[in-house]
């Protein structure tokens, strides 16, 4: 195809796009929406009208038989179709109107792992995505088959027909099993796990972590070509290797591999295991990679091998078009929330009590960096990303926040980079985390908690009745006293809705079709309407 | 690809019923067509950047993501906490005691936080039993009196009676954690 033509045919196709755009507002099609993972719905509709959110109620409750805790969150396409695959290795479509099952994969049997030991690994754990090949439209998504390799359980992607769940193709193993002895350095106990695909071009991208750091494994990102699920070996990102190979190097991306500006954004886990360094040292970072090749364009490492305490960088990042430039988000398990810009040049740290912190820590610096639960993906809306982070007490109290949400002010200085912050109601003060990814519509945020419950807050800037709050970002210091001891005086935001659910809720409250899809640790998948 | 998912206004909701499948393969379409390194034409640059344009206008956000406006002094309550509230030190710090136990040895152990506001040096003090303070934040924090300042970060440690100076050099606000060892009562 000429190259001018095909040009002139791309502009042609975004015509046609800018003139229908907004129809893509309906539906909820990869996890965090989109593949920038922005984890918004821009959507003025009663979901963000803070006089009518209120009213939001169950209408429908899917729970089948022999579900367990749902980890996946709802897709919820063009079809009108819902998409979820459960613990017990089942993927379900469900109509989005009435809750009733469509079909399901497998027909008989599940996809299910021998290697079991958290929701990560017992059946299908991640969110699919949507597409087309040719004019079929499919469903992809991970999860562990021991109908190949070692029959262990070893983890592989699926393609299937959307509209009647016939399979379309199947890749190769890409999450290796080859054992199951717990901590073993010559087994190999990959998993695909959280990580959901991303569709760019004409490629399918995951993550490959591992079962419960049993030990940690080789952090990889695959590429399987869309068309029959091969695996696209011009595509190369992995961790480096230690000198002799003396265990394996960690980087398990655990997380899911974001697009923005045409390249790829991961992040990725800890390596240090008392052996030495892997070299190149990719653990612990924020890397942009070449979506051709899966070349390192640009790293960020803020904690250095010598001070890894497992603060696995788990949570997918968000690719932000913000009113200062493009933003790459994301925050650590440590609970520090970083913002890069394309160019891997950091914009700033959040919390930032020291300046020396944007080039990374050091040791001896007094931070500390170990398994904290800050594991969730933000939201990011505009100029503010919202997220679950350590806030002013990472360096006194990190796990105070991990039943907060933050507001940070992304394109502010450093002194006013708090929007608001927010204990969740109904969330465990100390969870494994206390709550799930929020989303976000029109400055509406939607989380789920642990303990169930559906929370609905608005941004000060939509709410119609003045935040009743104010508060100190620093715990246990007044606002009288608050800015005077260099801290912040800010809202508490409004909680519209608080709708208890049947069990806990470790995915993401999908917005689509006017509606909110939201599934549950009991197995159930409800859809509510305001 | 994200600008393609901007928010409705009125205007175009009328373009939006029923049209998610052609969207979707159009996104789809578009984005396969563009991720590949192509030579566009000046007319077909200018095409497209004309129509973002027109699509970031159309989509622009319709609420203000800037920071909000300051908080209505009325508005000024006590703070939600979960710790011991901080109260202000004769010094001019921010302290609050975390733990305070007897050993039973004859001393007791107390942890305290403090913080130090940004660019202030506080008045010397001295503490009745011997400390060790670890700063977590800010620089040039806590240092005998006298002395200009110590290094930061630091865990220093003080003699019982020992004038202690806390100066923040930073920004920032500075956290200390100190942990005193006392004469217990019974001791004395």
């Not at chain 1, 940690?216 to 992995?238: C, E, H, T």
């Not at chain 1, 508490?492 to 608080?498: D, Q, R």
């Not at chain 2, 984005?31 to 004309?50: D, K, L, V």
């Amino acid at each position: 195809m000429n190259r001018v033509f095909r040009a002139r045919a791309c502009a042609l196709a975004i015509v046609a796009l800018v003139a229908i755009a907004t129809s893509a507002c309906e539906t909820w099609g990869d996890f965090r929406n989109d593949q920038s993972r922005t984890g918004n719905q821009n959507v003025s509709d009663a979901l963000s009208d803070p006089s009518r959110v209120g009213r939001l109620h169950v209408v429908w409750k899917f729970h089948p038989a022999g579900a367990i805790g749902f980890t996946a969150s709802p897709m919820v396409p063009f079809n009108g179709n819902v998409y979820i695959g459960n613990g017990d290795g089942v993927f379900y479509a469900v109509d989005a109107s009435t809750g009733a099952e469509k079909w399901h994969y497998p027909a008989r049997g599940a996809l299910t792992s021998r290697f079991t030991c958290n929701p990560s690994s017992y059946g299908i754990a991640s969110s699919a995505t949507m597409t087309f090949i040719g004019l079929t439209p499919v469903v992809i998504f991970a999860a562990p088959d021991q109908s190949i390799g070692t029959g262990l359980g070893e983890g592989r992607l699926f393609a299937l027909n959307a509209n009647n769940g016939n399979e379309v193709w199947k890749s190769p193993v890409l999450a290796h099993i080859t054992g199951l002895t717990f901590g073993s350095v010559t087994e190999k106990h990959e998993q695909i796990g959280y990580s959901s695909p991303l569709i760019y071009g004409s490629e399918v991208y995951v993550g490959i972590g591992n079962h419960c750091d049993n030990p940690i494994q080789w952090g990889r990102v695959v590429a399987v070509n869309l068309a029959d699920g091969s695996i696209d070996g011009s595509f190369s990102f992995a961790d480096g290797l230690r000198p002799g190979n003396a265990s394996p190097p960690g980087g398990d991306v655990w997380g899911s591999v974001a697009e923005g500006g045409g390249a790829l954004y991961v992040t990725t886990g800890n390596q240090n295991d008392g052996n030495a360094e892997p070299s190149p040292s990719r653990g612990l970072s924020m890397l942009r990679l070449d979506a051709t090749s899966g070349a390192v364009a640009w790293q960020k490492q803020p904690v250095p091998y010598a001070l890894d305490g497992d603060p696995d960088w788990s949570a997918t990042p968000s690719y932000a078009q913000t009113s200062c430039g493009n933003l790459i988000l994301s925050t650590e398990k440590d609970g520090w929330t970083w913002a890069m810009r394309d160019s891997g040049a950091p914009a700033w740290v959040f919390p930032s009590d020291n300046p020396s912190w944007i080039n990374g820590f050091t040791p001896k610096d007094g931070t500390v960096h170990g398994d904290s639960r800050y594991i969730r993906p933000g939201a990011a809306w505009g100029d503010v990303y919202v997220t679950m982070d350590g806030g002013e007490d990472t360096m006194s109290n990190v796990s105070q926040g991990e039943h907060r949400l933050h507001a940070l002010n992304v394109c502010a200085p450093d002194s006013s980079r708090v929007r608001w912050m927010l204990d969740v109601p109904d969330a465990s003060a100390f969870g494994d985390p206390s709550l799930g990814p929020p989303t976000i519509t029109n400055g509406m945020v939607f989380v789920g908690t642990d303990q169930g419950h559906l929370i609905v807050i608005a941004d000060p800037s939509i709410s119609k009745v003045p935040p009743s709050r104010y508060r100190c970002t620093k715990d246990g210091i007044s606002n009288a006293n608050c800015a005077a001891s260099g801290f912040q005086v800010v809202p508490e935001p409004n909680v519209l809705a608080n709708i208890a659910l049947d069990g806990a809720i470790v995915g993401e409250p999908a917005i689509a079709r006017h509606n909110v899809y939201v599934a549950t640790g009991a197995g159930s998948l409800y859809m509510l309407d305001p | 690809m994200a600008s393609f998912a901007g928010p409705r206004r009125g205007r175009w909701a009328v373009l939006c019923a029923n049209t998610d499948l052609i969207s979707f393969q159009l996104r789809r379409a578009v984005e396969r067509c563009c991720s590949r390194r192509i030579a566009m034409s000046g007319f077909s640059r200018a095409f497209s950047a004309a129509l973002v344009l027109v699509s970031i206008v159309g989509c622009a956000k319709s609420r203000d993501t800037s920071p909000l406006a300051s908080p209505p002094a009325k508005a000024y309550v006590a703070a939600t906490s979960v710790g011991p509230a901080y109260a202000v030190a004769p010094t001019g710090a921010l302290s609050r005691t975390l733990y305070k136990a007897d050993s039973g040895l004859g001393y007791t152990v107390e942890i305290r936080e403090a913080i130090v506001p940004p660019r202030r040096a506080l008045a010397a003090t001295s503490l009745q039993g011997g400390v060790v303070v670890e700063s977590l934040t800010g620089s040039g924090i806590a240092a005998p009196a006298g002395a200009r300042s110590a290094q930061s970060p630091a865990v220093s440690s003080f003699a019982a009676g020992a004038p202690l100076a806390l100066n923040n050099a930073s920004a920032r606000p500075a956290e200390l954690r100190l942990f005193v060892f006392a004469p217990s009562a019974a001791s004395k």
